[in-house]
């Protein structure tokens, strides 16, 4: 089916949402139309009766799941209780009921932080079941693992077609950058925007600025999964990654020179650091996928800058 999808019937779950929204876009492009379950429609999948109605009426023959309620760690430690219950129903109804549908290829998004949390280094797919999951983020990629569990399953049972992504770090435009749901890099792009609008002295990082990160521009993270539902049939999860990323330090002068901030970057060494280093190996998903990202950081940056400013209001409040 490579290249091959003006015929196809596909349907994006999660499609109004960051990741989901573009690979809407990218299917576009490609002359297909997704359908795109939205939950102000009544198509709430939590419930597992909606996910069998829908499938059923609009017959896809691939889903693409990019469906989560995730946020950063604030919004992990006040809502963990209902990330662990909406997340696990997601993902579990969903793939059920592709699979009573016919689906024939499901390809689902795992989050990075499924994999083991105590464990430095770029980590690659061979160290997914190696260890427990960071405290922080269990309720929320417990839920994404047991998709992973659940995609054996049904391949082992009823040799249903999944597979899993196992997602770094993305940002882009469509990001959250409310403080309560915001990641490393949408966070530190609001604080150089408004510390460069407010003609603020002095921008503060958490920690000293030496723990290594990747960031995945957004579009090229749908280009990816795009490529990996033509050319990818295992359901081992794979890493869709940089194999590489840049400390946090040089992450926010990178962040400073495209904002053209030119205040002081104060670090709090107070603040912990985390993990040294985590990053992912990407040679099993550039060799089996034949996919390199497209967007350089500092381009991926700007793009995200100029949407920032123009949908200001609408991007704080989310």
């Keep these: 089916m490579e290249g091959d999808w003006s015929s ?3 349907a994006v779950v999660g499609g109004g949402g960051f990741l989901g929204s ?3 876009r990218e299917l576009e492009a490609r002359d297909c139309t997704p359908a795109v379950p939205r939950t102000a429609d009544g198509w709430d999948f939590c419930k597992l009766e909606n996910a069998q109605r829908y499938f059923e009426e609009v017959r896809p023959q691939i889903v693409f799941n990019c469906a989560a309620r995730q946020g950063g760690l604030a919004y992990q430690q006040k809502f963990p ?3 662990f219950d909406d997340n696990l129903r997601l993902g579990l109804n969903t793939m059920q009921a ?5 689906v024939e290829k499901y390809v689902n998004v795992v989050a990075a932080c499924s994999y083991p949390g105590y464990v430095d280094g770029i980590v690659s797919e061979d160290d997914y079941w190696s260890g427990p999951l960071h405290e922080s ?4 990629g417990f839920t994404k693992k047991a998709q992973v569990v659940q995609g054996w399953c ?7 077609n999944s597979i899993h992504l196992l997602m770094t770090n993305m940002f882009g435009p469509g990001e959250h950058f409310h403080p309560d749901r915001s990641h490393g890099l949408a966070a530190l792009l609001r604080k150089f925007y408004e510390a460069k609008r407010d003609n603020q002295p002095e921008v503060i990082i958490w920690g000293t600025g030496r723990p290594v990160r990747e960031w995945l521009f957004v579009r090229d993270a749908a280009e990816a999964m795009i490529l990996a539902a033509e050319r990818y049939d295992e359901v081992e999860p794979i890493n869709v990654s940089l194999g590489g990323g840049l400390s946090i330090k040089e992450l926010a002068l ?3 020179d495209v904002v053209g901030y030119e205040g002081e970057l104060v670090h709090d060494t107070d603040k912990p650091d985390g993990a040294l280093m985590k990053a992912f190996a990407n040679d099993r998903f550039r060799e089996q996928v034949g996919w390199e990202p497209r967007t350089s950081l500092r381009d991926g940056i700007a793009e995200t800058l100029a949407w920032f400013e123009a949908n200001y209001e609408t991007a704080i409040a989310h």
């Design 8 to 10: 196809k019937r596909v």
């Design 98 to 102: 592709a699979r009573e549908a016919g």
């Design 254 to 256: 990178l962040i400073q």
């Design 22 to 24: 573009q690979v809407v």
């Design 154 to 160: 049904y391949k082992r049972q009823f040799d249903f």
């Design 81 to 83: 209780a209902e990330i």
């Design 137 to 140: 983020v269990l309720n929320y």
